[in-house]
């Protein structure tokens, strides 16, 4: 069973400072790996797609990478701001089912 | 990307009622949408697998007769949570995905409070 750990459970950082969320799966047999943002009692918005033959995906301020084969995949986010503060999730693909990490709430203060 | 409609957004209900909550793909034609629920402070836990116009797959521990699934169209699904408890309470949300390995996309989700 998959299994998918992201560290920290929450980060705090003033505006400006640039973001570090990690996630770990134990399976490296999967698909892909997607981020999301969730924001408090909305649905997930996805931020990134990396297919499983993928070392990383850019987008804007966003920069996610995945070692497959340590089971590792780090979301960068550039130049924080507070409209970033919400909570991350990723979620790794394995045969059409998403397993998702508990995510990373992250505040960035102003 | 891919958007998909859920509503309702939240609702209450009595103990004893029923809930149904829908999932709508209103650019793909979805085969297959899943349903997830989330409890506060957790990760979502996948429910169901649904396609179009067959039986649902349920995961480990998800009581079928209780969560029951609909996906009679290929834009709609729908999750009726039957005879409904307090410890039903909980957000319940839908995506839709193409292919094995393409991008999932999510519904608004439902907030769920039974009273």
């Known amino acids: 069973k998959q299994e998918v750990t992201q560290i920290p459970a929450a980060l705090s950082v003033p505006e400006g400072e640039n973001l570090v969320l990690n996630c770990s799966f134990t399976?490296?047999?999967?698909?892909?790996l997607q981020w999301f943002r969730q924001d408090p009692g909305k649905g997930l918005t996805s931020l990134l797609l990396i297919q499983s033959s993928q070392r990383e995906q850019t987008s804007g301020r966003l920069n996610a990478s995945l070692d497959k084969s340590s089971g590792r995949s780090t979301l960068y986010i550039a130049a924080s701001q507070p409209g970033d503060s919400a909570t991350y999730l990723c979620?790794?693909?394995?045969?059409?089912?998403?397993?998702f990490g508990a995510g990373t709430t992250v505040t960035v203060r102003a | 990307g891919a958007v998909v409609s859920q509503h309702p957004s939240w609702v209450i209900c009595k103990s004893g009622t029923s809930v149904k909550i829908e999932c709508r793909s209103l650019?793909?034609?979805?085969?297959?949408m899943f349903w997830y629920r989330q409890f506060p402070k957790q990760s979502l836990m996948l429910m169901a697998t649904?396609?179009?116009?067959?039986?649902?797959?349920?995961e480990q521990g998800v009581e079928k007769d209780k969560f029951l699934i609909n996906h009679a169209s290929l834009t709609l699904s729908t999750l009726t949570v039957t005879s409904a408890h307090p410890e039903d309470s909980s957000f319940y949300i839908c995506?839709?995905?193409?292919?094995?390995?393409?991008?999932?996309?999510f519904g608004q989700g439902t907030r769920l409070t039974v009273v």
């Open positions: 995506s839709e995905q193409v292919g094995r390995d393409t991008e999932a996309f």
């Open positions: 399976d490296s047999a999967i698909y892909n």
């Open positions: 979620a790794v693909n394995g045969d059409y089912k998403l397993s």
């Open positions: 650019d793909f034609q979805a085969t297959t």
């Open positions: 649904s396609n179009e116009g067959s039986k649902a797959t349920y």
